[in-house]
C-alpha cells in the first residue's frame, strides 16, 4: 500500500505537479490581491474570496487532469500490468491509487490552508470547515477522474468527463430548485421530457455545491449540514471505487 | 482548323493556382462577413446590464460568495473599464438602484454595497441621482437595523446636504432615533438636529429632553453638548421659547392621536 502511494507521490513530483499547483496557486493569490486591493472596501475579503474560489477551481482541474492522464500513461506504459502481477488483489490496487491522489489532495489543501490562514487571517472556524469540506470534495474527484480514466480509453475524454461531471455537480442546487419551481425562473417553459432527465441525473450526481463556500470564511460556518459533507464523501467515493472496479476486473491484459 | 482549336486549348489550373484561389476567395468571404459584422459591438454601457434572475440563482447556487465578490467588483468598476472615464452624472441610476438590491440578495450582510453605493455612486453631479441611493440605504438599513443603522446616517447626510430635502432627513433620522440598538448619543439626537436647520426649535427642544428623560447613565461630555444645544443653540433661556415650548408639549398629547 505504501509502495504504491510512494509511487503516485513520485509520479507527481516527475511531472512537476506539486510545482505547477504551487506556481499556478501563488499567481491566482497574487491576482485575488490585486484585484482585492483595487476595491473600494473590504479589500481583504475581496482578495481572500477570489484567492480561495480561484484556487478552489484550479485544484480540481488540476487534479482531474493529473489523474486521468497518469492512468491512461500506466496503461500504455503496461505499469498497471506491472503492479497488478504483484501478490496484491485488483481492488486494493485501486484503493491504494485512490489513497494516493488523496494524500496529493490533502498535500495541497494543506497549501491553501497555510495561504488563506496566513495571509488573509480568515475566520478560524470557518477555515477549518472551508478546508475540510473542500478536502472531501477533492476525495470525490479524485475517485471520479480515476474512475472515468479506467473505463474511458482516452486520456481526453476522461479529462472532459470529469470537467462535466464537476461542473454538474456544482450547478446540482441550481438544476434541483428549478425542478422544485419551475415557474420562478420566467421564461423557461417547464418541459417533461427536461424535467425528467434532470430528475434522474440529479440522483446520481453529489451535491458540491453545498461544499467550500466561501463565505465561512468571511463571516464564519453557520453551522449547519456537517454531516451531509462526510456522508455524501462516504456514500459516494465507494460508489465510484466500485464503478471503476467492476470495469477494471474485466479488463484483459 | 480542328487540330489547331484543340491545341489552342488553355493550360488546367495547376493545383498551386487553385490552392491560391480558394485562398484569394476565402479572404475576400472573410473581409465581407467583416463589413457584415461591423456594426456588432460589445455593450459598452456605463452601466452593465443586470443579469437574469436565472443566471444569478445559477451561479449563486454554486458559490454565492464568489459570485457577489464578482458582481460587486463589476459594479464598481462600471464606466471606467476599456481605458473610459465616466462622469457620475452619466450613469444610469435607476439600473444602479437594481444592482444595489441584486447584489444585497447575494450578501446583505457585506458593507461593499452600501459603502459604494453611499460614498461612490452618491456624489453624483446630478443631484436628484441622488434619490436612488438614498432609498438603498434605508431599506438596506430596515435588513438589519442594529448593524446597519450608519448607512442610514449616511442617507440623512445624503437628503441634508447633498440632495437639500430636509423633510425627507428629517424622516430617517426619527427612524434613526428609534433604532432598536445601542447607537451613539449624536445618532438619537439626529432629528433635533434637524429641526434646528428647519427653525424647529421648539421640536427640537422636546427631542433632546426626551433623550434626557429616558436615557440613563449620559456621560458628562454628552450632557455638556446638550446643555450648550438648548443654551446658545437653541436659546431655551429665552422667555418666549420657553413659553412656546410648553405650549407644544401641552399639544403633543392631542397631536399624537
Known amino acids: 500500500m505504501y509502495t504504491t ?36 472596501v473590504e ?34 506504459n503496461r505499469e498497471i500490468e506491472m503492479f497488478i502481477s504483484k501478490p496484491m488483489s485488483r481492488f486494493l490496487f485501486l484503493v491504494c491509487y485512490w489513497l494516493g491522489f488523496s494524500v496529493l489532495a490533502l498535500l495541497f489543501v494543506i497549501l491553501l490552508i497555510v495561504i488563506l490562514g496566513s495571509l488573509f487571517g480568515a475566520n478560524v472556524g470557518g477555515l477549518a470547515m472551508w478546508s475540510l469540506s473542500l478536502f472531501l470534495e477533492a476525495l470525490i474527484v479524485a475517485a471520479f477522474a480515476l474512475a472515468c480514466a479506467l473505463i474511458l480509453k482516452s486520456a481526453v475524454s476522461a479529462v472532459l468527463t470529469s470537467f462535466i461531471f464537476y461542473t454538474m455537480a456544482r450547478l446540482m442546487g441550481f438544476m434541483l ?5 419551475p415557474e420562478a425562473f420566467h421564461g423557461v417553459a417547464p418541459m417533461k421530457i427536461t424535467d425528467f432527465v434532470m430528475a434522474m441525473t440529479a440522483v446520481v450526481i ?23 459533507f462526510f456522508l455524501q464523501a462516504a456514500i459516494y467515493v465507494p460508489l465510484l471505487l466500485f464503478m471503476g472496479m467492476y470495469d477494471f476486473t474485466r479488463k484483459q491484459f | ?45 456605463i452601466v452593465p446590464p443586470l443579469p437574469a434572475e436565472r443566471t444569478v440563482k445559477a451561479f449563486a447556487s454554486s458559490d454565492s460568495q464568489l459570485y457577489f465578490r464578482l458582481l460587486a467588483m463589476r459594479l464598481q468598476n462600471a464606466g471606467d473599464t476599456f481605458g473610459r472615464n465616466t462622469p457620475l452624472k452619466n450613469y444610469d441610476y435607476p439600473l444602479l438602484h437594481r444592482w444595489f438590491f ?120 454628552e450632557l455638556n453638548y446638550m446643555q450648550y444645544f438648548i443654551q446658545d443653540r437653541l436659546g431655551f433661556l429665552d422667555k418666549d421659547l420657553k413659553a412656546r415650548t410648553d405650549a407644544l408639549k401641552k399639544k403633543a398629547p392631542a397631536n399624537a392621536h
Open chain 1, 43 to 76: 479589500k481583504q475579503q475581496f482578495a481572500m474570496v477570489l484567492s480561495a474560489g480561484g484556487c478552489r477551481i484550479f485544484l480540481m482541474v488540476g487534479l482531474m487532469i493529473f489523474i486521468c492522464f497518469h492512468v491512461r500513461r500506466a496503461f500504455e
Open chain 1, 206 to 228: 453529489p451535491r458540491l455545491d453545498l461544499f467550500g463556500k466561501t463565505e465561512w470564511l468571511v463571516y464564519g460556518y453557520d453551522g449547519t449540514g456537517l454531516w451531509v
Open chain 2, 102 to 221: 441584486l447584489l444585497d440578495t447575494l450578501d446583505v450582510k457585506s458593507g461593499f454595497v452600501p459603502a459604494v453605493a453611499g460614498y461612490y455612486f452618491g456624489q453624483t453631479q446630478h443631484v436628484e441621482d441622488v434619490r436612488y441611493v438614498i432609498d438603498y440605504l434605508d431599506k438596506h438599513y430596515d435588513t438589519d437595523p442594529q448593524k446597519n443603522w450608519w448607512w442610514l446616517n449616511h442617507a440623512i447626510y445624503l437628503s441634508n446636504y447633498r440632495l437639500h430635502d430636509k423633510q425627507l432627513a428629517l424622516r430617517l433620522a426619527y427612524k434613526l432615533g428609534t433604532t432598536p440598538a445601542e447607537v451613539p448619543m449624536w445618532a438619537r439626537q439626529m432629528p433635533a438636529f434637524i429641526h434646528e436647520q428647519l427653525g424647529e426649535k421648539e421640536q427640537a427642544f422636546m427631542i433632546i429632553e426626551n433623550i434626557l428623560k429616558t436615557s440613563k447613565d449620559i456621560p458628562d461630555a
Open chain 2, 1 to 45: 482548323m480542328i487540330s489547331r482549336a484543340s491545341n489552342s486549348k488553355p493550360k488546367p489550373y495547376t493545383q498551386e493556382q487553385w490552392l491560391l484561389a480558394g485562398f484569394v476567395l476565402f479572404l475576400c468571404l472573410q473581409g465581407a462577413l467583416w463589413f457584415y459584422l461591423k456594426p456588432f459591438r460589445p455593450n459598452m454601457a
Open chain 1, 177 to 181: 430548485a428549478f425542478l422544485d419551481k
Open chain 1, 5 to 40: 502511494i510512494r509511487y503516485i507521490l513520485l509520479t507527481a513530483m516527475r511531472d512537476w505537479l506539486f510545482a505547477a499547483i504551487t506556481l499556478g496557486v501563488l499567481l491566482i493569490v497574487a491576482l485575488s490581491i490585486f484585484l482585492g486591493g483595487t476595491a473600494l
